[in-house]
């Protein structure tokens, strides 16, 4: 079942996306309510897994200016090796299983277009099992996941039906994650990027 989101909970996600650091203090005086309810919503919105409280970091303010979408082919029965190789490569911010024509998304930061090319090149087609690669250089990214809002009320109840079917999704995603974690050892963090 997805989780039911009310309107107190919108405006603290809301203001939460403005300022993550904002103190529940300051959130209760701007909604009017109290303090603790605050915390209490915020600590309930974390442990359902509505949001994630992480630092975010901004690519092109360390150097990583070239920002590239790249769509993999992989052969039959290869998805979860070749997956798990790109979840581990520090260029790779995001990775995720597609359908159509290919069957891995990976978004990647690089310092340049020569380091594109060479992650291409000396890494990405030398991963067994991968048959072609597809790349867009994103010059210019106008929103975020993190910019992200949450829809009105009727896209929820939509939402709700698309649930039943994406539970079935994350199960691949979930085992996908766990031997990922299983394999990098105890010492590795892993992080999400939006």
Do not use: C
């Amino acid at each position: 079942m997805v989780r039911p989101i009310d309107e107190l909970d919108r405006q603290i996600i809301r203001l939460l996306q403005e300022d993550s650091r904002m103190p529940s203090a300051e959130i209760a005086r701007r909604l009017g309510v109290a303090e603790r309810t605050v915390r209490a919503r915020i600590n309930r919105l974390v442990q359902d897994g509505v949001i994630k409280l992480v630092a975010i970091l901004n690519p092109s303010a360390l150097g990583y200016d070239v920002t590239a979408d790249i769509f993999l082919e992989v052969e039959p029965g290869r998805l979860e090796e070749v997956a798990h190789q790109l979840v581990q490569m520090e260029e790779v911010a995001y990775v995720g299983l597609t359908t159509g024509d290919r069957d891995i998304s990976i978004q990647v930061f690089v310092p340049s277009v020569d380091a594109l090319y060479r992650f291409i090149t000396e890494k990405l087609q030398r991963i067994p099992g991968v048959v072609g690669t597809t790349t867009y250089v994103v010059p210019r990214v106008l929103k975020w996941l993190h910019n992200w809002s949450l829809p009105t009320e009727g896209a929820a109840v939509a939402g709700q039906r698309a649930g039943r079917r994406r539970r079935r999704t994350r199960t691949l995603r979930d085992q996908l994650s766990a031997q990922v974690a299983s394999t990098s050892g105890a010492g590795a963090s892993g992080g999400e990027n939006a």
